[in-house]
């Protein structure tokens, strides 16, 4: 019954979010043909593909400074969704071409404790994963739960973060990622601290995660 249900409900959610019509970054030119925005704005924002340093295999598509920042903020703090949304569809444009990429069987939105998502109104990763998967026809597996309430990450250092996320996040139906490549999306990698505790979850349950981030500091 949930999994004819659930497709309906997305459906529904998309008549509140279709497509734009209009650039939602200069809300005046026409969307391009195969661009969420309008080519100028789109070109200001540089947007790249980058592999992020580490252990794991983890990628963004820009960083995390200029036009590509002032957008997460303008997505984050002051509640645009459409811009969030093309940020999200730039990655999937970007990812559906890497080779590294091309195993991925699902999108995972690392998620927010649900204090935290109810301050904010919304989960900015899960918004990121419907332009994803928008773009490049991959399903979304919300299966990743945050029951611990963390700390701020940003005044700790990395040993603090690491304490900090210890157990942070769990795995609901763990048995559906099984042998499943999945692609978990973040808006920002810093130290990757986040990624490591959710990925250790996934992997737990037999997975294998890759990163996918709007931005980060540290990019090769
Ligand atoms: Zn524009």
Known sequence: MLEKVIPWIEAWEG????????????????????????WPCVSRLEIGWHRIPGDDLCFCIGPYQGQVKERIVDFKFLNRMDIGWLLGSLMGIAAREEPLLQDIRAIVPIPLHPAREKQRGFNQTRIL???????????????????????PQVDLNRHQRALNLA?????REGDRMRHQEVLLIDDICTTGTTFAAAASVVRRYGGKPTGLFVASGRIE
């Open 167 to 171: 157990n942070a996040f769990a795995m």
């Open 15 to 38: 008549l509140f979010m279709p497509s734009p019509r209009y650039c939602p970054l200069c809300q005046q030119k026409p969307v391009d043909i195969g661009l969420p925005g309008c």
């Open 129 to 151: 994963a419907d332009g994803i998967s928008n773009w490049w026809k991959k399903p979304i597996l919300d299966l990743l739960v945050r029951p611990k309430e963390t700390k």
